[in-house]
């Protein structure tokens, strides 16, 4: 069974007397280990498809399954719990918390989970090696580049070590240089701790980083120019 | 939530001015609020006590003010002998402002043994002995001499009265903290006027079996055809009565007092519902992470409960050391009512700081527990 099964997802949005529906009966599956970039036009509905996901958006029909676990039957509740332990979450501008340090941005998703401190300490500080910031760790959001915040966002969102890393435009707002940075981590970060990747992007040279690139386009997926679903993926 | 203190303390110091603000108002506010539950309790104790309702005090008939009321000082020795009476203590009382007054001194002129037996003090400094030997003499109230900034040996003037203070006393009635003891023959002759004598009231004594009412109505009629008619009330009813204008204005003022109450919430609730406005976004994100909706509520109740919590603190442990520096008090007619400072008048205060925190967060909380995340983590 793969990692991710997005089967037949529809998401709507009623606007006044007319219906907009960015997803319309999409199927994906995600292998674990995998790295996947998401592109497409805007407004063809990737963010929309990622916070689904995620976790953090709740889908009008069809069903997500994560590891086993439908996560469009949980409870507001445990649906944060779930994600608190299987998702991390790359966003395009880092969303730092300003009032807390490196140290103590990246220790946040662990404190959701039961863990003793000594265990956290040893983690957050495996998460800010990896992305070459342990000289930073007492440095407040304000006091950091915008690639250095991007990089302690990726420690946050790898630390606890989640089943899923998914990333929306991770270097939107970035320069070239920084770019390129911050893309050659994402590949690192699977190719070398083996978590699987989602990425949405509209930069083809990005997308292309990834081991496989799939679009939306009017509320379906393409890839490899040919419609997926369940059905073509599985008999593949 | 332990694990996410830091967050919420540095959050509240994010924006330090809002948060000082806020929490020096509900300082304000919780001192105003002890500060008047004090003065009520005050008024309270003097209807309330022990000896408020087993004592009678016999009083000129139709006079208020202690200055007017003369009675003969020989009724002591009719009144004795009736059944139920176990002991009279003959008083003149001497103030130097009958008004409402917030420094009036009242001084209260008993021979010094049935001061020794009717009253539970005990003495902070000076000894009985000189008093006892002393003309002029006087035992003071320990909130008469912090007032007054008075010491043993110092003399002492008010108006005509010149006393010397042989000693310092704190009583176990608060009320009685603030009055000045004199020899009853020295308060009768001072003044130029002659009062030998005549006394201002008589203070009766119960036994545990007798009937207030009946042996006041016996007084009363035992002198209704006597020189000077009296009343005779209990302790309590007596105190009430002298200071009835002021009891009145004291039960407007404690509305104040829910005002206050009032006022802490909104003021927190103001400050909670601006910080999670500001973080619409920061609670989605922490949602994002992994923070459930619940956890986002208390998070935000916990931000209110520490500002009302903190502001609470300061403003009752403040009322306190005011209250107990100050020794203030209020007299009116000889009366006065103690403002003491109390232990339940303080938890009190920290509770009703607790309860308005709770509830200023919760609106605020559900606001924010309730947010979308997606539609949150895109405001700017
Ligand atoms: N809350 C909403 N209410 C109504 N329509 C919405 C809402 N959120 C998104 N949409 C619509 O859904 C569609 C998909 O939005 P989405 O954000 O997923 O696009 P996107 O592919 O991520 O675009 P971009 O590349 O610009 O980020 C858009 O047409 C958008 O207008
Ligand atoms: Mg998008």
Known sequence: MSLVEVNNVTKEYANGEETIRPLDGVSLTIERGDFVSLMGASGSGKSTLLNLIAGIDLATSGEIIIADTDITRLSRGKLADWRAANIGYIFQTHNLIPVLTAYENVELPLVLLPMTAAERRKRVQIALEAVDLTSRASHYPRQMSGGQEQRVGIARAIVANPTIVVADEPTGSLDDETTEQILELLSRVNQELGMTLLMVTHDADAGARARRRIRLERGRLIENGQETSTRTLRTA | ?380
């Open chain 2, 1 to 380: 939530m332990f694990p996410f203190a830091p967050y919420v303390i540095k959050s509240l110091w994010r924006h330090r001015a809002r948060t000082i603000l806020t929490v020096s108002g509900t300082a304000v506010a919780l001192l105003v609020f002890c500060f008047i539950g004090s003065v009520q309790k005050g008024l309270l104790a003097l209807t309330e006590d022990q000896q408020a309702d087993r004592t009678l005090i016999v009083f000129q008939e139709n006079r208020f003010c202690p200055q007017s009321s003369k009675l003969p000082q020989d009724y002591a020795t009719t009144i004795s002998k009736l059944s139920g009476v176990t002991e009279v203590v003959p008083m003149k009382v001497f103030t130097n402002n009958c008004r409402a007054s917030l420094d009036s001194i009242v001084f209260q002129g008993i021979s010094a043994e049935q001061l020794r037996v009717c009253r539970d003090l005990t003495l902070l400094s000076g000894d009985w002995s000189a008093f006892e030997k002393q003309d002029d003499a006087a035992l003071i109230g320990q909130a008469v001499a912090g007032r007054r900034k008075l010491v043993t040996g110092d003399k002492f003037t008010i108006g005509d009265v010149s006393v010397v203070v042989q000693g310092i006393f704190e009583s176990a009635v608060a009320a009685e903290d603030n009055l000045v003891f004199t020899h009853l023959d020295f308060l009768q002759r001072t003044r130029g006027v002659n009062e030998y004598g005549t006394v201002t009231q008589l203070e009766v004594h119960l036994a545990d079996n007798a009937d207030p009412e009946a042996v006041g109505a016996k007084i009363d009629a035992e002198f209704h055809s006597g020189p000077v008619a009296t009343t005779t009330r209990t302790k309590g009813m007596f105190q009430a009565d002298t200071v009835a204008d002021l009891a009145e204005l004291i039960g407007f003022v404690h509305w104040l007092g829910y005002a206050c109450v009032g006022l802490v919430l909104s003021l927190v609730a103001t400050t909670t519902v601006m910080a999670v406005q500001d973080r619409i976004k920061e609670h989605a994100v922490l949602q994002t992470l992994g923070v459930r909706p619940l956890g986002v509520f208390r998070l935000v109740i916990a931000e209110s409960l520490l500002l009302s919590v903190i502001g609470g603190m300061i403003g009752v442990v403040g009322s306190m050391l005011f209250l107990s520096s100050t020794g203030l008090s209020v007299a009116a007619e000889g009366v006065t009512i103690a403002f003491r400072p109390s232990w339940d008048l303080a938890v009190q205060g920290i509770l009703i700081a607790v309860v308005v925190g709770l509830v200023a967060g919760i609106a605020p909380g559900w606001q924010a527990a309730q947010s979308q995340i997606v539609n949150a983590l895109k405001q700017g």
